[in-house]
């Protein structure tokens, strides 16, 4: 099997109580994740609240996640946050040093919101040039403002062969279209952050999901990558469901899917420092409630 394909879940961050890392917590969500079949796991990302996490911490993190996968998958982190590319390259570098498959880069910190192409590709080619020899992706991550790269930009990356990885938040049919034409006989392996646009993607050559509601549900989408050649009518009917269940991620994400993954019996709790706590409503848990029980029927369904 190819190393970059599948479902990938974007990993969230267990903190303990006084809102330090959980490292035991850590661990035991990369351990579920990978239990419930993730083929590989996305560390250090905006799921796991890496703007709001230190260098050292994002370091901690990704060296977790490794610990915790022992090879069974691979392991990509990101951690790009900082404004000036100086900063940049440090925490990439460090990242770059835990041992992780790829290093992931964010393209909105690669140049400002009124910034063209020519300031984005000098910064690219600028930590390419500070991280020789690093498998390096690209996320359109959209905080602080979403960034999508343009047709000519991978073009010029996918002329990079250590650059395998795009995780694509376009949510258009007609632009993952063009990028499968351009990404094609390249090492770009392009991946797809959005359920209702998910299934077109990979009939299309996308090479699978990379998305939030992995955590709560990674095995069914597991079922639609493995079987939606095979069982089209049936891979349809899951993708819509997926795409009606997956508006759970809109209000309080992530601290919704930190209680789901705590209902299912990991020791964590659901503090977060990017929301207060009071955004976990009784309506939001009630919403979890729901998307459990849809879960069970759809698993007995599928015969996972």
């Known amino acids: 099997m190819k190393k970059y394909t599948g479902v990938w879940p974007t990993m969230v961050t267990a903190f303990n109580d006084d809102g330090s890392l959980d490292i035991k917590g850590n661990k035991e969500i990369a351990n579920k994740l990978i239990e419930l079949g993730s083929h590989g796991l996305f560390a250090v990302c905006q799921s796991s609240e890496m703007f709001y996490l230190s260098l050292d911490e994002k370091v901690a993190l990704a060296k977790i996640a490794l610990e915790a996968s022992k090879g069974r998958v691979p392991v990509i982190a990101s951690g790009h946050t900082s404004e000036s590319i100086e900063d940049q390259i440090e925490e990439?570098?460090?990242?770059?040093?835990t041992g992780v498959e790829a290093v992931i880069l964010v393209s909105n910190r690669l140049a400002?919101?009124?910034?063209?192409?020519?300031?984005?590709?000098?910064?690219?080619?600028?930590?390419?040039?500070?991280?020789?020899?690093?498998?390096?992706?690209?996320y359109e991550c959209p905080y602080p403002y979403r960034r999508l790269l343009t047709n000519e930009e991978i073009k010029w990356i996918t002329n990079v062969d250590r650059i395998v990885f795009l995780k694509d938040v376009s949510c258009s049919v007609d632009i993952q279209k063009d990028r499968v034409k351009i990404a094609k006989d390249?090492?770009?392996?392009?991946?797809?952050?959005?359920?209702?646009?998910?299934?077109?993607?990979?009939?299309?050559?996308?090479?699978?999901?990379?998305?939030?509601?992995?955590?709560?549900?990674?095995?069914?989408?597991?079922?639609?990558?493995?079987?939606?050649?095979?069982?089209?009518?049936?891979?349809?009917?899951?993708?819509?469901?997926?795409?009606?269940?997956?508006?759970?991620?809109?209000v309080s994400y992530p601290i919704n899917a930190k209680y789901y993954l705590k209902s299912?019996?990991?020791?964590?709790?659901?503090?977060?420092?990017?929301?207060?706590?009071?955004?976990?409503?009784?309506?939001?848990?009630?919403?979890?409630?729901?998307?459990?029980?849809?879960?069970?029927?759809?698993?007995?369904?599928?015969?996972?």
């Open 264 to 304: 299912k019996g990991l020791d964590i709790g659901v503090f977060s420092r990017r929301m207060d706590a009071s955004v976990f409503s009784k309506d939001e848990l009630k919403k979890v409630e729901e998307l459990m029980k849809w879960e069970d029927k759809t698993r007995k369904d599928l015969g996972l």
């Open 92 to 97: 990439l570098q460090a990242i770059a040093q």
């Open 186 to 250: 390249s090492n770009l392996n392009l991946f797809n952050a959005n359920t209702e646009t998910l299934l077109d993607s990979l009939i299309m050559g996308y090479e699978g999901y990379n998305g939030v509601m992995g955590n709560f549900h990674i095995d069914i989408y597991k079922w639609l990558f493995e079987n939606y050649k095979e069982e089209k009518e049936k891979a349809r009917q899951i993708q819509e469901q997926l795409t009606q269940v997956g508006n759970i991620e809109k």
């Open 112 to 138: 400002k919101e009124d910034e063209g192409s020519e300031v984005l590709l000098k910064n690219l080619q600028r930590i390419l040039d500070a991280l020789p020899d690093v498998k390096l992706g690209i």
